[in-house]
Nanobody
Framework: QVRLVESGGGLVQAGGSLRLSCVASGRIFSINAMGWYRQVPGKQRELVATVSSGDSTNYADSVKGRFTISRDNAKNTVYLEMNSLKPDDTAVYYC??????????????WGQGTQVTVSS
């Protein structure tokens, strides 16, 4: 079983910055893509950013130029640096990781979520 633990959320004023972290642990043989998604009440979960095993990145248009995703493969960790935050960025942010465990089975795991609140 693969477990994801997120940290770094909180309350920040508009224009401020936060850095989210997500650590994956368990019987992980390899990790493919790592990503961040967010959700507000009453809306579907949406992609924020992803990073592939080859370090290719993909961003939602709404965060391009403000957010940066990165990963540390030695630590099985993915980060999301969020700058110039806006009230519209307020949401619960979820980490997602997919890969293969030592049994050869694929996994696709989600974190428990971390709240980001941006005040105007």
């Amino acid at each position: 079983q693969v477990r994801l633990v997120e940290s770094g959320g909180g309350l920040v004023q508009a224009g401020g910055s936060l850095r989210l972290s997500c650590v994956a642990s368990g019987r992980i043989f390899s990790i493919n893509a790592m990503g961040w998604y967010r959700q507000v009440p009453g809306k579907q979960r949406e992609l924020v950013a992803t990073v592939s095993s080859g370090d290719s990145t993909n961003y939602a248009d709404s965060v391009k130029g403000r957010f940066t995703i990165s990963r540390d493969n030695a630590k099985n960790t993915v980060y999301l640096e969020m700058n110039s935050l806006k009230p519209d960025d307020t949401a619960v942010y979820y980490c997602n990781v997919d890969g293969r465990n030592y049994n050869g089975l694929l996994f696709d795991s989600w974190g428990q979520g971390t709240q980001v609140t941006v005040s105007s």
